[in-house]
């Protein structure tokens, strides 16, 4: 069973840089793929961005395009979200999920389609 844990969230001003890690157990994430969502308050969960660990494909919302980046580190247990320029629309709980097998753009845009989930960081940007 795959276990994942976010950390790396916090309060932060309009303009600041989080980055936000998600460390993957219990699984062989080589054939795993890594995606980021978020769940602003009263809204639906929204897809950020999401890495194809076979190939290190990236995919991201047309919208975070070019401020956030997905990376993962050298042992391929820990995937990375890299935010910049911060938002204050950009406060919400982000989560990491995972899914098995086929990964393209229009599959890891939709949240049903992942198999794992972590519990959460909250990102806070103040104006």
């Known amino acids: 069973q795959v276990q994942l844990v976010e950390s790396g969230g916090g309060l932060v001003q309009a303009g600041g840089s989080l980055r936000l890690s998600c460390a993957a157990s219990?699984?062989?994430?080589?054939?795993?793929?890594m995606g980021w969502f978020r769940q602003a308050p009263g809204k639906e969960r929204e897809f950020v961005a999401a890495?194809?660990?076979?190939?290190?494909?990236?995919y991201y919302a047309e919208s975070l395009k070019g401020r956030f980046t997905i990376s993962r580190d050298n042992a391929k247990t820990t995937v990375y979200l890299q935010m910049n320029s911060l938002k204050p629309e950009d406060t919400a709980v982000y989560y990491c999920?995972?899914?098995?097998?086929?990964?393209?753009?229009?599959?890891?845009?939709?949240?049903?389609?992942?198999?794992?989930w972590g519990q959460g960081t909250q990102v806070t940007v103040s104006s």
């Open positions: 890495h194809k660990w076979s190939d290190g494909s990236t």
């Open positions: 999920a995972s899914k098995e097998g086929r990964l393209t753009r229009f599959i890891a845009y939709n949240q049903y389609r992942y198999d794992y």
């Open positions: 219990g699984g062989t994430f080589a054939t795993y793929h």
